[in-house]
């Protein structure tokens, strides 16, 4: 038995494959919303998804004179026109306030940027809604 095409098939497809391409295309636009933060932004982001850190405010210090050897800032976080290098950072971390996560966080930081750990202040973010 054959079947016929009727007027829903021809209008049912041509919808499905607009929800399919308007699905892709929103996904995709979300990871390349990562692409576009400045690398504070991406690291703050990148930090904030580990487990216990909460929000976090990242600061980069920037050396006077760089120089092209000594370049510190990993391939993931580079910025394509970083010309200057990174010689210290501070990250403000609602999680700071526990040992472990702090150390964590600075383990991790260092590792990423291939910064020395005595370049790096990790402090608590201070609590609005604590104060009475």
Known sequence: MEKKWTKLNFLIIPIAVLAFILYISSTSDSASGFETLSPEGRLEQALSEIEGVGKVK???????????????????????????????????????????????????????????????MIVPMESKGDEQ
């Open 58 to 120: 990242v600061y980069f210090h920037y050396d006077e004179n760089p120089s092209k050897s000594n370049e510190t800032l990993s391939n993931y976080f580079r910025s394509t026109n970083q010309t200057t290098t990174i010689s210290g950072l501070l990250i403000v971390s609602e999680g700071a306030k526990n040992p472990a996560i702090q150390r964590q966080l600075l383990e991790t930081v260092s590792k990423v940027m291939q910064m020395p750990a005595h370049r790096i």
